[in-house]
């Protein structure tokens, strides 16, 4: 299979559960939107969590596009929360893995895209804060374009 999300540019919605610090599950949808530029691809999303205490997350990735044969690229993104987090993608297989961390290194994470067609994916990830679990979540993608 040939990867449709990070590689090409679209729109995604995804739905899911979000789970916090305390372990407290709530329902959570979101929004993707990847563009690409010749010397940049931009990953914008919203995520909103509703439940006991609805949240908005925002986030915008800056993409070091991936060069043809390539399997690992790196990204930036800025947080309101976190602040600055650098990162790598990187292709092995039917998945996408993400591994960041934040400037100062107090904040960490992972994530993973799994491909289970070409117009959607299982996505997995949690947020660490000095090695803490701030949350995790868990959603499933599928293309809107």
């Known amino acids: 299979m040939k990867h449709t999300f990070l590689l090409t540019q679209g729109r995604w919605h995804a739905s899911g559960v ?7 599950t709530n329902p959570a949808e979101a929004e993707v939107t990847i563009t690409h530029f010749d010397d940049l691809w931009v990953n914008e999303g ?7 205490s609805p949240s908005v997350f925002t986030n ?5 596009p991936l060069v043809k044969g390539a399997l690992t690229t790196t990204w930036k993104s800025t947080s309101p929360v976190i602040g600055v987090l650098y990162g790598i993608f990187s292709i092995v297989g039917d998945s996408i893995l993400s591994a960041y961390c934040s400037d ?8 993973f895209l799994r491909q ?7 996505n997995r990830g949690i947020l660490l804060h000095e090695g803490l679990r701030v949350s995790s979540w868990e959603l499933d993608l599928t293309r809107r374009d």
């Open 18 to 24: 979000f789970t916090d610090e305390n372990g407290t």
């Open 46 to 52: 919203t995520m909103e969590v509703s439940g006991g």
């Open 116 to 122: 289970v067609s070409p117009d959607a994916y299982e």
């Open 60 to 64: 915008r990735y800056e993409i070091v």
């Open 104 to 111: 100062d290194g107090s904040y960490s994470g992972m994530e």
